[in-house]
């Protein structure tokens, strides 16, 4: 099946630095990609959709300058937390559809965890 | 907009028996596409099951398989003769037929007792 990866599966980084989560397809191209929050044993919250080649589409409540969102190439997005606070720790994960089959399949990474100290 | 609501927090279950996950949801939309997701320890995201809502006939994979109810909105897991490689957290979620967005429920944790 397709492979999603995401980059660093870990960090833990001091308040008031920022940080960088990447997501790539490895094997097929997305021009899209979505990023989600989530926090202990709830759901996965949607922040954004990254689109290629444009802006992101940001969810209701979702801090644009805070979240950066950057679809750099068919196959690479990033997430960049600016400014991190304690707050911030959670769990990001990133999905992208496989346009091409039948209902276009969402592969989703295993996920970084952001710790703020 | 869409809702998709599973109001079972958590479930138990014991080894080799079946359990019922339940989710409803809410659409204005005639055609879209359900799915079970299952969440690991290791909160990589697992597709269980679809169901594309044009089939009348159930999802079936395995000792996977749903109850859909397109007129009462309502689409259930049922997971038969568990084992305990099935405890995770489970999610329901729709998609409308065109796009790609996700809707998820709260999800259910389910245990599976040896």
């Known amino acids: 099946g397709a492979v999603v990866s995401q980059h660093p599966s870990w960090v833990i980084c001091k308040s008031g630095t920022s940080v960088k989560i990447e997501c790539r397809s490895l094997d097929f191209q997305a021009t899209t990609m979505f990023w989600y929050r989530q926090f202990p044993k709830q759901s996965l919250m949607l922040m954004a959709t990254s689109n290629e080649g444009s802006k992101a589409t940001y969810e209701q409540g979702v801090e644009k300058d805070k979240f950066l969102i950057n679809h750099a190439s068919l196959t690479l997005s990033t997430l960049t937390v600016t400014s991190a606070h304690p707050e911030d720790s959670s769990f990001y994960i990133c999905s992208a559809p496989r346009s091409g089959s039948n209902y276009n399949e969402q592969f989703f990474g295993p996920g970084t965890r952001l710790t703020v100290l | 907009a869409q809702t998709v609501t599973q109001s079972q927090p958590e479930m138990s279950v014991q080894e080799a028996e079946t359990v019922t996950l339940s989710c409803t949801y809410d659409t204005s939309e005639s055609d879209y596409y359900l799915f079970w997701y299952k969440q690991p320890p290791s909160r990589q995201m697992i597709l269980v099951i679809r169901?594309?809502?044009?089939?009348?006939q159930n999802a079936t994979e395995n000792r996977f398989s749903v109850n859909f109810q397109k007129a009462a909105k309502s689409f259930s897991l049922k997971i038969s003769d568990s084992q305990l490689g099935d405890a995770a957290m489970y999610f329901c979620a729709y998609r409308p037929e065109y796009g790609n967005k996700l809707v998820f429920g709260a999800g259910t944790i389910l245990r599976v007792k040896s």
């Open positions: 169901q594309e809502a044009y089939k009348q």
